[in-house]
């Protein structure tokens, strides 16, 4: 994120300190607290990195002709008591190595065990704006394998090395159902139960409300990442999602951080039937995927998605649950007649398998399972992400 410094002179003109707030969230981070105002600042590669205090740390300069190359050491931060602000100096010698003083903003990046601060540079302008790849899940209406779906084609990118970051905004947090196994745990402070996932890397982690889930990523921009396999991380969504005028223009800007800060190469989004959201998502996403029943209603729906969104935007349409019904076969030809000469992907219907059911429910994907009977759906997923890698590269 930007950070603006604050810069102050002397009488006689030179510059007296450079000096950036820390926001309150960050207090945590840093084990912050009006009886601990220290930090570990590390001064490397034009970067300042600020961690908690470590005890026994020796203070380290190294200049060349009065540039600060290197340092290490133990910095006090103000504090403004009213405000429950910890206020940060940036040595003299690195702020007039940024030229804070032409431009006072820098880069703030925040990580779960720590903050990095280096100078604002034109080229993030560059990168904020290159357009990171966004596949969006929509439904017409639930139940169709959205999730499914979703959670097929993020392993799948994962799985070619293409990391992937995986939002919901399902508060129910069915993808991690579908990937991780988890157990049910009373938590005595609310008397409530509460799933423990394992995560890909083994780690435990539960959703409660006091997670930092999307919410936290939006009002923050930082957060937890579950890692739910190879190159894919996971954020939940702690409590259902309300799209409102500032939820929308928050996400958009959350979306911003991620293409500008973060290391991914596409973004997946989990989204619920909802008009509201939907529009927000709309607004976001590169190429949306639809998953389908072959009835009246989701036929209908679909051409109304295809229309608000654009041909072009679309980039595939996926029947599921399919029992080859003389009516089913009817709908599923009527949208192959509409996306004729599209370049929408409609395949062949991915019929109704309880082999797909036991998987799921054994927290595995596709790829996963050696299975024959799966080489069809494997094979339709397998062109869908040759589309999508495309997109990607480019």
């Known amino acids: 994120m930007e950070k603006r410094v604050t810069i102050n002179y002397k009488t ?7 000096r950036i707030n820390l926001n309150k969230d960050l207090n945590n981070l840093l084990n912050l607290s009006e009886e601990n105002n220290q930090v570990l600042l590390e001064y490397i590669n034009n970067e300042i990195i600020l961690k908690p205090v470590i005890l026994g740390i020796a203070e380290q300069i190294t200049k060349v002709e009065e540039n600060i190359i290197y340092m290490k050491n133990i910095s006090k931060l103000s504090y403004e008591k009213s405000k429950g602000l910890f206020k940060l100096l940036i ?20 990580y779960e065990d720590k903050i990095v601060i280096r100078p604002y540079k034109e080229e993030k302008v560059e990168l904020e704006n290159k357009l990171l790849p966004i596949f969006a899940f929509k439904v017409v209406k639930g139940g169709v394998g959205k999730t499914f779906f979703s959670t097929q084609i993020a392993t799948g990118l994962g799985a070619t090395g293409i990391k992937v970051l995986f939002i919901t905004l399902d508060s129910q947090n069915d993808a991690l159902d579908m990937l991780l196994k988890s157990k049910s745990e009373l938590n005595e402070k609310t008397e409530k139960m509460e799933k423990i996932y394992k995560t890909f890397d083994k780690d435990e982690y539960k959703i409660n409300k006091n997670c930092k889930g999307l919410k936290y990523w939006i009002k923050y921009g930082t957060g937890e990442l579950v890692k739910v396999r190879e190159n894919v991380d996971y954020i939940p969504l702690e409590s259902p999602f309300t799209a409102t005028a500032k939820t929308k223009e928050n996400f958009e800007n959350f979306i911003k951080e991620v293409r500008k800060n973060h290391n991914y190469d596409c973004i ?13 998502i709309l607004n976001q996403a590169t190429k949306l995927i639809i998953p389908a029943y072959a009835d009246k209603f989701t036929v209908k729906g679909i051409v109304t998605a295809i229309e608000e969104a654009g041909v072009n935007k679309v980039a595939s349409i996926l029947f599921n649950r399919y029992d080859d019904t003389t009516v089913e076969k009817e709908y599923y030809e009527e949208v192959q007649k509409i996306v004729k000469d599209t370049g929408i992907y409609c395949p062949e219907p991915i019929k109704r398998m309880a082999i797909i059911t036991k998987l799921l429910n054994d927290s595995k994907t596709i790829w996963e399972s050696g299975d024959q009977r799966l080489i069809p759906v494997q094979e339709k997923l397998t062109e ?5 890698i495309e997109e990607i590269e480019g």
Request: charged fraction near 30%; aromatic fraction near 4%.
């Open 384 to 388: 869908l992400l040759r589309i999508l």
């Open 91 to 110: 040595p003299l010698g690195i702020a007039k190595k940024w030229e804070l003083e032409k431009n006072n903003i820098v880069d703030m990046i925040i």
């Open 12 to 18: 006689d003109g030179r510059l007296n300190y450079a």
């Open 268 to 280: 997946i989004i989990d989204s619920p039937p909802t008009e509201k959201i939907d529009q927000i």
